[in-house]
């Protein structure tokens, strides 16, 4: 098992920034990719980037210009630095941790999400 915990979600102006975290313990060894995605009110979940053990990303095209996937791997934590925060960005975003096997992603762990909330 891998238990992922979010964090750095809040309030912030348009134009803002905020950098999410995502802790993860547990049986982490199984785990070969991990990811953000965010679920606006009445939306389907979306993706908005992975990152791969080897470093590879992944994003979604039009989040690429402002958000920057990381991950330390002494730490065990990913991170997503959102920049130039806009009212559409409005939305939980959820941490995942699965596996990446030829091509495709395999979500196997979510966390609980974090709310973030872009204020104009």
């Known amino acids: 098992q891998v238990q992922l915990v979010e964090s750095g979600g809040g309030l912030v102006q348009a134009g803002g920034s905020l950098r999410l975290s995502c802790a993860a313990s547990g049986n982490i060894f199984s785990i070969s990719a991990m990811g953000w995605y965010r679920q606006a009110p009445g939306k389907l979940r979306e993706v908005v980037a992975i990152i791969e053990s080897g470093g590879t990303t992944n994003y979604a095209d039009y989040l690429r210009a402002r958000f920057t996937i990381s991950r330390d791997n002494t730490r065990n934590t990913m991170y997503l630095q959102m920049n130039s925060l806009k009212p559409e960005d409005t939305a939980v975003y959820f941490c995942?941790?699965?596996?990446?096997?030829?091509?495709?992603?395999?979500?196997?762990?979510w966390g609980q999400g974090t709310q973030v909330t872009v204020d104009s």
């Open positions: 995942a941790a699965g596996r990446a096997e030829s091509g495709s992603y395999y979500w196997d762990y």
